[in-house]
């Protein structure tokens, strides 16, 4: 008599995954060492590709978004955003990169990002935790939406792929593209300067509540002395309110309406009759409103008798 095996179902699960598991494996490797076979025989020319990575920074809509800023620690931190360097690494050519989740479970997704040059073969990996968690003032939020979850992956996996491409690329090909951008910001001319500081000041207040009196505080001048130099700098801040990055707290010290024009002066009307009692003018009372609330003096004294005219509470 045959005793069938009653484990035989749940071994055969374990061993088609391991041999997909493998085949997955062995083809992805495949395809790195044909990239690599195929980037040194057909090697990247370092003068075209310098020259496409310039021809892109000098196009307006990259040159506005090549750089990220935000404050930390009393100061402001700068640099090449994603952007310039997906667009770096695309000009430049023969490069790998990409974001990779590894795992997801217990509220948190292991990433790995990286950057390959397949013609050098240069390398750059970074492997990080992403908890599903969002910090706010009111304290930490968990994440259950995939949606939510997927932004919070990739806008983590975003910033280290930067770092990634930044860190197979030659610095001097950074630098020139960063000098690029900011000659791109500086030559545009589409209109006056004084025409554009007014756009992008009602930018910021009709946005994000930012008045002219946080701008000038923010830059440290009036907003006519507003250089190119400070509308570059104002639309980095722009770029990272807009992407959520940063909040309006990070850059700009919230002040008090302006309230002066709304509180009354108790001793407006005095300061007026005073004023012209010494002039020897009689108070004119054509087109006024009766105050109110009688004259001190007589209320306190109903037998207060004026002297003349100019003493009369409603004269």
Same mark, same amino acid.
């Given at each position: 008599m045959e005793v069938p095996n009653i484990y035989e179902s749940s071994a055969s699960v374990p061993a088609e995954r391991s041999a997909t598991t493998e085949m /997955?494996?062995?083809?992805? +490797?495949?395809?790195?060492? +044909? +990239? /690599?076979?195929?980037?040194? $025989?057909? !090697?990247?020319?370092?003068?075209?590709? *310098? #020259?496409?990575?310039?021809?892109?920074?000098?196009?307006?809509s990259l040159a506005e978004? +090549?750089?990220?800023?935000?404050?930390?620690? #009393?100061?402001? =931190? %700068?640099?090449?955003? &994603? $952007?310039?360097?997906?667009?770096?690494?695309? @000009?430049?050519?023969?490069?790998? *990169?990409g974001i990779i989740e590894l795992e997801q479970r217990h509220g948190e997704s292991q990433v790995m990002a *990286?950057?390959?040059?397949?013609?050098? @073969?240069?390398?750059?990996?970074?492997?990080? %935790?992403?908890?599903? &968690?969002?910090? %706010?003032?009111? #304290?930490?939020?968990?994440? %259950?939406?995939?949606?939510?979850?997927?932004?919070?992956?990739? @806008?983590?996996?975003?910033?280290? /792929? $930067?770092?990634?491409?930044?860190?197979?690329? !030659? #610095?001097? =090909?950074?630098d020139s593209a960063i000098a690029q951008c900011n000659a791109t910001l500086q030559g545009k001319t589409n209109g006056p300067l004084i025409d554009n500081i007014r756009k992008i000041v009602n930018t910021f207040q009709e946005e994000f509540g930012v008045d002219?009196? /946080?701008?000038?505080?923010?830059?440290?001048?009036?907003?006519?002395?507003?250089?190119m130099n400070d509308l570059i700098r104002l639309k980095k801040v722009y770029r990272s309110l807009k992407d959520g990055m940063a909040k309006r707290e990070d850059y700009f010290e919230v002040m008090p309406d302006t309230v002066s024009d709304q509180i009354i002066n108790p001793f407006e009307g005095e300061e007026k009759n005073g004023g012209e009692r010494k002039k020897g003018g009689r108070k004119s009372t054509e087109n006024q409103e009766t105050p109110q609330t009688p004259d001190s003096q007589t209320e306190l004294n109903p037998d207060f008798i004026p002297?003349?005219?100019?003493?009369?509470?409603?004269?």
């Open positions: /997955m494996v062995s083809r992805q +490797a495949q395809e790195v060492q +044909a +990239a /690599m076979v195929i980037a040194k $025989r057909f !090697p990247r020319n370092e003068v075209e590709s *310098y #020259g496409r990575i310039m021809r892109a920074c000098k196009r307006m978004q +090549a750089m990220y800023e935000y404050p930390r620690g #009393g100061q402001k =931190v %700068t640099g090449p955003s &994603i $952007r310039l360097a997906e667009a770096m690494a695309q @000009n430049w050519g023969n490069i790998d *990169y *990286y950057a390959w040059d397949l013609e050098t @073969n240069t390398r750059q990996s970074k492997i990080f %935790t992403v908890p599903h &968690i969002r910090s %706010t003032k009111h #304290g930490n939020i968990p994440l %259950t939406d995939p949606r939510d979850i997927y932004e919070m992956v990739a @806008n983590q996996g975003a910033r280290r /792929m $930067r770092a990634c491409i930044l860190g197979v690329i !030659p #610095g001097d =090909v950074i002219s009196r /946080m701008l000038e505080k923010f830059i440290g001048c009036k907003t006519e002395s507003f250089s002297k003349d005219d100019e003493d009369l509470p409603f004269a």
